[in-house]
């Protein structure tokens, strides 16, 4: 799924995330768009979305959909998609969670769910901090980024209108799948 590069583990664990994509899922941040193709090939309709040219040639050219956006802006199908996912740690993006996920909570459907990868380390909670790739032979611009665990997650969810619905963990990563908490039907969402 990852390519040469990924280990049994790494296929394991997103195998496992992507397990709780059964509608439309919009990938935030696919990168080269492995588990935006995955799903396409699995027969589940996916969007990928990276501000990145060069990952979303790369997402399109391994048979996945994907467009070239900031994913604060405007997003196709907002408030119909049954699932958001934030692999690779993408709760990160921009820098700030709340706001992501106030995002997430407004791209999904009254019933959708949002897949979000979070630290191991549960009470890790760290925004607004800066960041850049650096390979061997290139160094990228500086972006704001931020990493948090599953107990930071929980408290962040509430506010933006979701609920912890589970939390699993696989080789090594952690997976804390989030409901749209709606409060106007007044029982706990399927």
Do not use: K
């Not at 040469?4 to 080269?32: K, M, N, Q, Y």
């Not at 060069?54 to 699932?83: C, K, Y």
């Not at 390979?135 to 969810?157: I, Q, R």
């Not at 509430?158 to 106007?184: K, P, W």
Request: some cysteine; glycine content about 12%.
């Amino acid at each position: 799924m990852g390519g040469t590069h990924s280990t049994v583990e790494d296929i394991r664990a997103d195998e496992a995330s992507i397990a709780f994509c059964t509608g439309p899922t919009l990938d935030l941040g696919c990168g080269p768009g492995r588990l935006t193709e995955a799903l396409t090939r699995a027969g589940v309709p996916a969007l990928g979305v990276d501000t990145s040219s060069v990952a979303v040639e790369m997402t399109n050219h391994r048979g996945g959909l994907a467009m070239q956006r900031d994913i604060f802006s405007a997003i196709p199908g907002a408030g119909q998609w049954s699932h958001v996912l934030l692999a690779d740690g993408n709760i990160g993006i921009g820098g700030d969670p709340a706001a992501l996920l106030t995002t997430v909570r407004r791209l999904l459907h009254e019933s959708g769910t949002a897949i979000v990868e979070v630290e191991p380390t549960s009470e890790v909670d760290d925004r607004n901090r800066m960041v850049r790739w650096e390979t061997g032979d290139s160094v990228g611009e500086w972006f704001t980024w931020a990493s948090v665990g599953a107990s930071a997650l929980y408290a962040l969810a509430v506010t933006a209108g979701l609920r912890v619905r589970r939390t699993i963990e696989s080789n090594g990563r952690v997976f804390t799948e989030l409901a749209v908490h709606s409060i106007d039907r007044g029982a706990e969402d399927p």
